[in-house]
């Protein structure tokens, strides 16, 4: 089977799209109007892209042609956002924050979600995440409906007991989600393996 991306239209082309470029990881993302309205939501075209500087990306689809979602919206706005691991506990809100609501109205509150303040940036973590990285925006780049939020990542917290007293991870205490096929599905990753690389 083939699909030719050029003549098939964008819904289709996203499903095909979203299944099979699996598993992704899934950036929880806390962002705040100039209000102080606090935002949140789930984005899976997500990664880390450098550590020389922090560097994570993640892309919001536009509303429509022109209209920025509320996470890019705060983001162009107020330049900072918290982006939180998800472990599957937190599966079931997270998904729920991803319900449009209006601007200015909060999924932090619809969903009885506890904050706690940032170290380095005004916008508040979710305290349930096993990770929150606090972000800058580095810069967005605008490609048809799609952007591009590029961020430099300053502070990491991670809940007790994921990593050893050297930082690093404890295998058995960390499964992240995966996002898996378009529309709802999703993966555990308590099953991982070894593969050495070559010398
Ligand atoms: C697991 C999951 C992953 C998602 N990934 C994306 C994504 O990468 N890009 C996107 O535009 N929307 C994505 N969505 C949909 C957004 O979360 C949804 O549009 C949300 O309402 C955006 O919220 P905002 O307007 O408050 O920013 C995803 C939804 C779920 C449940």
């Not at 789930?42 to 550590?51: D, H, K, L, R, T």
């Not at 205490?173 to 070559?198: C, G, V």
Request: proline share 9%; aromatic share 8%; hydrophobic share 35%.
């Amino acid at each position: 089977m083939t699909f030719d991306l050029e003549v098939i239209p964008p819904s289709d082309r996203y499903r095909i799209l979203a299944s099979l470029i699996t598993p992704r990881p899934i950036a929880w993302i806390t962002s705040q109007d100039h209000e102080g309205n606090i935002n949140a939501a789930p984005f899976s075209f997500f990664n880390v892209f450098g550590s020389n500087p922090p560097l994570v990306a993640f892309a919001p689809g536009n509303k429509d042609r022109k209209t920025p979602k509320d996470t890019a919206r705060n983001i162009r706005e107020i330049k900072e956002f918290v982006i939180h691991m998800v472990d599957e506990p937190l599966g079931k809100v997270m998904v729920a924050t991803s319900a449009t609501l209006p601007h200015g109205e909060s999924e932090i509150d619809l969903n009885d979600l506890t904050t706690l303040p940032s170290q380095k940036i005004s916008v508040p973590r979710i305290a349930d995440a096993p990770v929150a990285l606090e972000c800058t925006e580095h810069s967005t780049i605008e490609i048809g409906s799609n952007r591009l939020v590029i961020g430099i990542v300053h502070y990491i917290h991670v809940r007790d007991g994921i990593m050893d007293d050297k930082g690093y991870l404890q295998h058995d205490k960390y499964h992240p989600l995966a996002r898996m096929a378009s529309p709802d599905w999703y993966s555990r990753t308590n099953d991982q393996f070894e593969i050495p690389r070559p010398d």
